[in-house]
């Protein structure tokens, strides 16, 4: 089956440091991959996403790009800001079928990350 | 803008009870899911429901049942809720030929 691993957190950095948050995959096929995020008391929004191999998602500043030789999709930033303090999620979902009925999302466990002032 | 809503963001219960969550969309999507969040487990998906009463169970169904009657509107029951199921339950949507799922803004709930 699908399965997202993530590195193990939580993350503490101080503003302007550089980001990089770690995610491999398997599956079968050629799945799409996301990275969501989780601001304090929220629920989870769509970061950035790429739906094919050496696709680069990118948004606020984070970039990701679908390695598929590796089948990893690294979450990086290059100046972090406390205002990005969250819990990152990575995620796969397979290409959606008529019904929709393959439509789960499969995530990571997720990872805290802390910017300090 | 799409907009998933949840019908309580806290909500405290006994074991025991019988715990309705509600979640509502407003883009006419297809597919809607039900998750719960724990931390170091992540999201789980519970059930989710690609139609109009269809329903399909996800990793870990036991202890819930889902009711969509319509479109709009995904409803997960706790029929006796135990405190292992106090948790963050999270809703979400998604157009059927689409794969980005669009979340709503959660509901805590604490069973004691």
């Known amino acids: 089956g699908n399965s997202v691993t993530q590195m193990e957190g939580p993350v503490t950095l101080s503003e302007e440091a550089f980001l990089t948050i770690n995610c491999t995959y398997t599956?079968?096929?050629?799945?799409?991959l996301f990275w969501y995020v989780q601001y304090p008391g929220e629920g989870l929004q769509l970061l950035l996403k790429a739906t094919k191999a050496d696709d680069k998602g990118s948004n606020k500043g984070f970039e990701a790009t679908y390695r598929k030789e590796t089948t990893s999709f690294h979450l990086e930033k290059g100046s972090v800001q406390v205002s990005d303090s969250a819990v990152y999620f990575c995620?796969?979902?397979?290409?959606?079928?008529?019904?929709?009925?393959?439509?789960?999302?499969?995530f990571g466990k997720g990872i805290t990350l802390s910017v300090r002032p | 803008d799409v907009k998933v809503t949840q019908s309580s963001r806290y909500l405290v219960k006994r074991t025991g009870e019988k715990v309705f969550l509600e979640c509502v969309q407003d883009?006419?999507?297809?597919?809607m899911f039900w998750y719960r969040q724990d931390p170091g487990l992540g999201l789980r998906l519970i059930y989710f429901?690609?139609?109009?009463?269809?329903?399909e169970k996800g990793d870990i169904p036991e202890g819930y049942s889902v009711s969509r009657e319509k479109k709009e509107r995904f409803s997960l029951i706790l029929e006796s809720a135990s405190t292992n199921q106090t948790s963050m339950y999270l809703c979400a949507s998604r157009p059927r030929s689409y794969n980005e799922q669009f979340f709503g803004p959660g509901t805590r709930l604490t069973v004691l």
């Open positions: 429901s690609y139609d109009v009463k269809m329903k």
């Open positions: 883009m006419d999507h297809e597919n």
């Open positions: 599956a079968t096929g050629y799945p799409s």
């Open positions: 995620a796969l979902s397979e290409p959606p079928n008529y019904t929709g009925a393959n439509s789960k999302l499969t």
